[in-house]
C-alpha cells in the first residue's frame, strides 16, 4: 500500500530527481545549463508541496504539485513498472488537473494518456495534458 509523506527537507532530492526527469531530453548544453538553474530556483518556491512516496516504508519515489499541476512524479528506478506512478495519480486524482511533459518524453506522456488525462495544447517543446 502506498503513502504519501510530507517531504521536509527534501529539495536536494527534489533537485536530484527533477533533473533525471529532464536532462535526458535536452541535447544541447547551454539549454542544460539553464534548465538546471530554473530547477534549483524551483526548488526554493515547492518545498511545501514535495510529497515523499512509500510503499511499507520505503522510499519509492517523489510527487510535487503545485497549484493543480503536477510538477513532478519521480519512482525511483528499481520500482519503476509495478503500478507505484499508477496509484499515485489515483490517490491524487482531486489534485492533479494538469501536466507538462517534454513532447520527446513519449514514455510519460503514454503513461499519462492510459491514466486519464489528454493532449490539452502544445507549446515548442511541451506538451500540456488535462485530465479527462
Request: hydrophobic share 40%; net charge positive.
Amino acid at each position: 500500500m502506498i503513502r504519501l509523506v510530507k517531504g521536509n527537507n527534501e529539495k536536494l532530492l527534489y533537485i536530484d530527481y527533477k533533473l533525471k526527469t529532464i536532462i535526458p531530453f535536452i541535447k544541447d548544453n547551454e539549454e542544460k545549463l539553464k534548465v538546471i538553474m530554473y530547477v534549483n530556483e524551483e526548488a526554493k518556491k515547492i518545498s511545501d508541496n514535495i510529497y515523499i512516496i512509500k510503499n511499507n516504508f520505503k522510499k519509492v519515489g517523489m510527487v510535487v504539485i503545485d497549484n493543480g499541476s503536477l510538477d513532478l512524479l519521480y519512482i525511483i528506478d528499481k520500482y519503476r513498472n509495478k503500478t507505484f506512478g499508477s496509484k499515485v495519480l489515483a490517490k491524487l486524482k482531486n489534485e492533479i488537473k494538469t501536466i507538462k511533459v517534454r513532447k520527446n518524453n513519449k514514455r510519460a506522456i503514454n503513461f499519462y494518456l492510459k491514466n486519464g488525462f489528454k493532449e490539452s495544447k502544445r507549446q515548442k517543446d511541451i506538451i500540456y495534458l488535462e485530465r479527462i
